[in-house]
């Protein structure tokens, strides 16, 4: 069972936002141009994920969900907004299940069973969601790059006729779960909106 939190506060500190998901410095969302800082410190979360670390910290729940609007210096378009719904998801797995990744990072251990164990799941988690939402549709994923997932990936699906990009997700980079005081679990993360 997943627990829900939908009531989040939107205010968030720079930590929580992007020191505690490994997004530097010097990253593009962290500039004024396309967060809405509140003071040096504090801002409006520009994505659930900043959520991510303290619910993993707490220890309250393996499974859990995050949902809430999110806020970013966006043009308007037909395709953007200042402020959007977005879901995160998060599921770690039994410490038991694990036992072959304790002690692997980086190539070692994107390419071990285990980190292929807890992909799969999230991939076939995911395509079951989609089919749920969408009805059955096809789906294409690809890698792609999250300073906070190692590996990662983006899914498409098609709809109207067209390739629809829906989510990006990954495995739960080490460096997150450890700093979530979590360093002996392993799990996945998604983010849609």
């Known amino acids: 069972n997943y627990a829900v939190y939908d009531a989040e506060d939107p205010i968030v500190t720079t930590t929580q936002c992007f020191d505690d998901l490994r997004i530097p410095p010097e990253h593009p969302g962290r500039s004024p141009s ?8 504090t801002l409006l979360r520009t994505h659930t994920s900043a959520h991510q670390s303290e619910h993993l910290r707490s220890g309250k729940s393996d ?6 609007d999110v806020y970013r210096r966006d043009e308007i378009d037909s395709s953007h907004y200042p402020a959007f719904h977005q879901l995160e998801g998060v599921r770690l797995f039994p410490q038991e299940e694990m036992v072959g990744a304790h002690g692997l990072s980086g190539e070692e251990w994107t390419s071990s069973p285990e ?3 807890i992909a ?6 995911l395509e079951g969601l989609m089919d749920h939402l969408f009805g ?3 789906k294409r994923w690809s890698e792609d790059y999250f300073p906070f997932t190692t590996p990662s990936y983006e899914l498409e699906i098609k709809y109207e006729g067209e390739w629809l990009e829906v989510l990006g997700c990954g495995v739960i980079h080490e460096e997150v779960l450890s700093m979530s ?4 679990r392993r799990g996945w993360a998604f983010g849609l909106g």
């Open 34 to 41: 396309d967060t809405y800082y509140i003071t040096d410190t």
């Open 63 to 68: 499974a859990f969900l995050c949902a809430g």
């Open 115 to 117: 980190c292929q164990v």
């Open 120 to 125: 799969s799941h999230l991939k076939e988690t």
């Open 136 to 138: 059955e549709t096809e």
């Open 181 to 184: 005081d979590r360093a002996d």
